[in-house]
């Protein structure tokens, strides 16, 4: 189809964008755990989206950079059945004495496990 389009037409351009990502777009038909679309997370980051004007005011880029990475924080604890308060909690008093290579574990989805709720009511 894409050889009797010009390929000067936006439809030549998507087509071609289109097929180069193919392999991306049908991914979740191999793995029965990848939605088909990311309309949960786009919903979990609509608070995210609404106070953007807000978060202008933040006090410095850097401040707004680690606003960012604690909102990322809550809604993936959300996302994954966590309270994020809850959350928070653990991972403040864990992480001071966490090994720096190994933080990955304090995330929320690797927080899990048959203990998690009674750790994190604690």
Known sequence: ???????????????????????????????????????????????????????MFMGSDAGGERAAAIYSLVETAKLNGIDPEAYLRDVLRRIADHPINRIDELLPWNIGGPHVEQRLAA
């Not at 009797?4 to 936006?10: I, M, N, P, R, T």
């Not at 439809?11 to 289109?18: K, M």
């Open 1 to 55: 189809m894409l050889a009797q389009v010009s390929a000067k037409l936006e439809l030549a351009r998507a087509i071609g964008y289109t097929l180069t990502r193919l392999g991306s777009l049908t991914r979740y038909r191999d793995d029965g755990c990848i939605e088909i679309d990311n309309n949960a997370a786009e919903r979990a980051l609509r608070g995210v989206s609404l106070g953007r004007k807000n978060f």
